[in-house]
């Protein structure tokens, strides 16, 4: 994996723009496995939601069957602390926090990013910075350095990445007020649906969260790059979600968590996936970027 220079780059640069993590969060408990709600702790299982594909995070590699990345690892670390085991529910990700709202699983994942309007909804765990950025072919590198170079053109995004749809909305209002073309958004249910569009011609970038382009170009050499190098469009807190009536289980995978922060498992395992550049200072609970300072 190539991500920790760029994205220490990036971490440093959101710092230097204002910026910074803050820590939130329930107190401090001495054994968190007792907080598990019974029904989970009978079970023995912890369930996931996730659309399993969002690589480095949380994804299968080809021809194999089991969820492997960065929050895969830390899940699973987390549920043995807590005496489970982890079980998989596959979702596209704008069914999670719906799933998660029918209590078809336990947390949703995959990606998810804390924002204050999905926590009337939602309670989030918060594990890791992160930021969505644009995907370009590395014959446009040059054309494309920010999202105001892609007025009158197309891009394609997942759908249901509302922080990344606001920030494209705001872009395109000021294309509008520059006497430009607004560009056009594709939206599909599935990241490689939405990237296979970049591939085919049929868009000239790829939103998505920027460990996972970075991702995707340290697997294709020579055939993408990201717009501008380092251009973040929009940071945000990625993070996993839990029901506003589990909070016992937030908190008892808050409190594990921020136990492997402070024993260093926490960065040892974003380090394996070279992600450790979006470690946080503290795991926080509902602290979304907007909250940030």
């Known amino acids: 994996m190539k991500t920790k220079g760029i994205l220490g780059t990036i971490v440093a640069a959101l710092a230097g723009g204002g910026f910074a993590c803050v820590a939130a969060g329930p107190a401090f408990s001495a054994d968190a496995s007792q907080m ?117 053109d197309k891009v394609a995004m997942l759908l249901g990445s509302n922080t990344i749809m606001k920030a494209l909305e705001k872009a395109n209002a000021d294309c509008k007020a520059a006497g430009k073309a607004e560009f056009t958004v594709d939206q599909f249910p599935a990241m490689p649906d939405a990237k296979a569009q970049l591939d085919l011609g049929r868009v000239d970038g790829y939103l998505g969260d920027f460990p996972a382009l970075v991702y995707f170009i340290s697997n294709a050499p020579g055939a993408y790059a990201i717009a501008g190098g380092n251009y973040i469009l929009t940071p945000y807190i990625t993070s996993w979600a839990f029901s506003k009536d589990n909070s016992a289980l937030r908190d008892a995978i808050q409190q594990t968590a921020q136990e492997m922060l402070k024993d260093g498992a926490y960065v040892e395992l974003l380090k394996k996936w070279g992600l450790e550049g979006g470690a946080l200072p503290e795991i926080s609970v509902n602290l979304p970027s907007s909250k940030r300072n």
């Open 36 to 152: 598990v709600p019974k029904e989970v702790r009978d079970r023995g299982t912890l369930t996931v939601g996730s659309q399993q594909t969002f690589p480095p995070v949380e994804f299968k590699k080809p021809d194999e069957s089991v969820v492997t990345g960065a929050s895969a690892d830390l899940l699973a670390e987390i549920a043995k602390r807590l005496g489970l085991k982890l079980e998989y529910i596959h979702g596209e990700y704008a069914s999670l926090i719906p799933g998660l709202e029918a209590k078809r699983f336990d947390v949703a994942s995959g990606g998810i990013s804390d924002t204050e309007e999905r926590e009337q909804k939602v309670d989030f765990v918060n594990y890791m910075l992160s930021g969505g950025s644009i995907l370009v072919r590395e014959a446009d590198k040059d054309k494309y350095k920010t999202i105001a170079d892609f007025c009158g």
